[in-house]
């Protein structure tokens, strides 16, 4: 079993709610990806999204993908976002942390190779954009061999079909993207997100999370309201932006923790 389960156990028995921010690994420099991790824990972090920066992502809106042509400058790939995660471990034997990209990177460096060195840096999930779940059994098996938790992603869009299968194959949580099209993109229908999760719901026990669209304490604790979990990106790396690079970590931080303070105040 990864951390993920423990953690979400726990804050469902405090009737409270996960909040799982997502950072590009090496951005805005490889030096500041590490004590940026630790500063979202501090500042009430459940679950670390940490992305894999990617020359040609998909799903990604325009902030994110300026964190990744960040990233990919200083030549951060695969290897170097795992030998932060070990990084990260030497000092934070119990957060989460989840690494979230696409298919090129673990094809080459080989998905079996790639399940072992995850699972000796000490990650505890993957979401791989790119991967269907129809495609995704023997990667499922590969990873959780080492309790390593497949996480997909579920749309607004997606067929029943499509969900009943992911419900089989998830481990983990699952990630409801609450909009259609890229992250950072629309406002949400807090009604919409609120009838496809209790129509995930009727297929499986995981917690779900909500992401795209959150950006800041009042939304998330709108989402909350029916959601385990609020998952915030782009706000995240707006904040990053805003200023110098050595200042990340406290900018993230200040903002995170108004994001706890909320959530903290939703009635489960």
């Given at each position: 079993?990864s951390?993920?389960?423990?953690?979400?156990?726990?804050?469902?028995r405090s009737g409270?709610?996960a909040?799982?921010p997502?950072?590009?690994?090496?951005?805005?420099?490889?030096?500041v990806?590490v004590?940026l991790?630790?500063?979202?824990?501090?500042a009430g972090?459940?679950v670390?999204?940490?992305?894999v920066?990617f020359?040609d992502?998909?799903a990604?809106?325009?902030?994110?993908q300026?964190?990744g042509?960040?990233a990919?400058?200083y030549g951060?790939?695969l290897?170097?976002?795992l030998a932060m995660v070990?990084?990260?471990?030497?000092?934070?034997?119990?957060?989460?942390?989840?690494l979230?990209?696409?298919?090129?990177?673990?094809?080459a460096?080989?998905a079996?190779?790639?399940?072992?060195a995850?699972?000796q840096?000490g990650?505890d999930?993957?979401?791989?954009?790119d991967?269907?779940?129809?495609?995704?059994t023997d990667?499922?098996?590969?990873?959780?061999?080492r309790?390593?938790?497949?996480i997909?992603l579920?749309?607004?869009?997606?067929?029943a079909?499509?969900?009943?299968?992911?419900?089989?194959?998830?481990?983990?949580?699952?990630?409801?993207v609450?909009?259609?099209?890229?992250?950072g993109?629309?406002?949400?229908?807090?009604d919409?997100v609120?009838?496809?999760?209790?129509?995930?719901r009727?297929?499986?026990?995981l917690p779900?999370?909500?992401?795209f669209g959150?950006?800041?304490?009042?939304?998330?604790?709108?989402?909350?309201g029916?959601?385990?979990?609020a998952?915030i990106?782009?706000r995240?790396?707006?904040?990053?932006?805003?200023?110098?690079?050595?200042?990340?970590?406290?900018?993230?931080?200040?903002f995170?923790?108004?994001?706890?303070a909320a959530?903290?105040?939703?009635?489960s």
């Open positions: 079993m951390r993920i389960t423990p953690v979400f156990d726990a804050l469902k409270r709610q909040l799982i997502y950072v590009t690994a090496g951005d805005p420099q490889p030096s990806t004590p991790m630790h500063a979202m824990v501090t972090a459940d670390i999204e940490l992305g920066p020359s992502p998909m990604d809106g325009p902030v994110i300026r964190a042509e960040r990919l400058k951060v790939g290897v170097q976002v070990a990084d990260f471990r030497k000092t934070d034997a119990k957060t989460p942390v989840v979230m990209g696409y298919a090129n990177p673990v094809e460096m080989g079996e190779r790639f399940a072992d995850a699972a840096a990650v999930g993957v979401i791989v954009v991967y269907p779940p129809e495609e995704s990667f499922a098996k590969l990873v959780r061999d309790d390593i938790d497949l997909f579920l749309a607004p869009t997606s067929t079909a499509r969900v009943s299968h992911v419900a089989r194959l998830a481990s983990g949580y699952i990630y409801y609450s909009l259609k099209g890229i992250t993109a629309g406002h949400l229908d807090l919409d609120a009838a496809n999760i209790k129509r995930i009727s297929q499986t026990e779900v999370g909500v992401g959150i950006r800041d304490g009042a939304t998330a604790r709108a989402i909350c029916f959601a385990d979990a998952i990106g782009t995240i790396i707006q904040e990053v932006e805003a200023g110098d690079a050595a200042g990340a970590p406290a900018r993230v931080a200040a995170l923790k108004g994001v706890r959530m903290d105040g939703v009635v």
